[in-house]
């Protein structure tokens, strides 16, 4: 139990500091910037512009939370999740899987010079108005071919492995590695704030909390707080994963960068309580949280 049970994760006071972990593992982040850019290890620079994605959806994330902006944090979240899934994934997959992934965006490239949207009677499209000589460009066809299916349709994904299996590798190839937990708690949330159900709009007030529905303006905001408290451990337990997975593959710089890392998640996990305060000679308590595990 927390020696402050005011830091508790469904107070303001947790709340806050578990944002505040956040936003040191945004500066962890951009401090492994440049030698993620830099790196010779071939997979992970040629992916360092997802790599300033997820820094991105970290530092939206911090914005939205500080003012409890609930529902476009899922949001946020759920795009950093599957940024960071994709990442690491991409480390471990086959070569085939690395080089679909690379091949997809030259398709998306080529669609977008020529757009049809249709919807009962309506159309509208979007067409660029030069022209392409494929001939001086054969690996844009070739991508595009890749990406169309016998019938003349596009195909939509680069990957056949779904999501949870992209994670479930990561976690197998990364001891003590979590990303499968934060899909759970958040993806599915947020994939229905960002397709406009009802569900979607309401879910983060607790209105489906079956059994603790908020009844007054505090049980309220202990909701508000918990969700907040929820997003920012998820979020920052994924970017540990991160931090852990890029120091076992021996990227420049990120051992001591998943070391700190793992220290700040276990302090903001004592303080609100998840975790029991740590005894100085004793090593059983040096054991992270389950939804982001992290190097000792």
Same mark, same amino acid.
């Given at each position: ?9 469904? $107070? ?11 936003? $040191? ?36 994330? $911090?914005?939205?939370?500080?003012? *409890?902006?609930?529902?476009?944090? *899922? ?25 679909? *992934?690379? /091949? ?82 958040? *993806? ?73 890392? /793992? ?34």
């Amino acid at each position: 139990m927390s020696e402050e049970p005011d830091l508790a994760t469904d $107070t303001k006071k947790g709340a806050q500091a578990l944002i505040g972990f956040v936003s $040191t593992e945004v500066q962890l982040l951009i401090a492994g910037d440049p030698f993620i850019r830099q790196t010779n290890i071939d997979r992970v620079c040629k992916l360092h512009p997802v790599y300033a994605s997820i820094i991105e959806d970290t530092i939206s994330l $911090t914005l939205l939370a500080r003012d *409890y902006r609930i529902n476009n944090s *899922y949001i946020i979240v759920r795009a950093l999740l599957e940024r960071l899934v994709n990442f690491c994934y991409l480390q471990f997959c086959e070569q085939s899987e690395f080089d679909s *992934y690379l /091949t997809y965006s030259k398709s998306k490239a080529v669609r977008r010079l020529d757009r049809t949207i249709e919807g009962g009677s309506s159309q509208a499209s979007v067409r660029w108005s030069g022209v392409v000589d494929w001939a001086s460009h054969p690996d844009l066809k070739a991508a595009y071919d890749k990406f169309t299916s016998i019938n003349g349709r596009e195909i939509t994904r680069w990957t056949k492995v779904s999501l949870p299996d992209r994670a479930g590798l990561v976690e197998s190839n990364t001891p003590r590695a979590s990303l499968l937990l934060p899909l759970l708690m958040i *993806y599915s949330d947020a994939s229905e704030a960002l397709h406009g159900t009802l569900y979607g709009s309401l879910f983060h007030l607790g209105t489906y909390d079956i059994g603790t529905v908020p009844y007054d303006q505090a049980s309220l905001l202990k909701t508000t707080f918990s969700h907040s408290s929820a997003l920012a451990l998820m979020a920052g337990g994924a970017v540990n994963t991160l931090m852990r997975m890029c120091a076992m593959i021996r990227v420049p710089s990120f051992d001591d960068l998943a070391k700190q890392s /793992t220290e700040n998640l276990r302090s903001v996990s004592t303080a609100v309580g998840l975790l029991p305060m740590r005894k100085s000679n004793s090593p059983s308590n040096r054991d992270a949280p389950t939804s982001g595990e992290s190097v000792s």
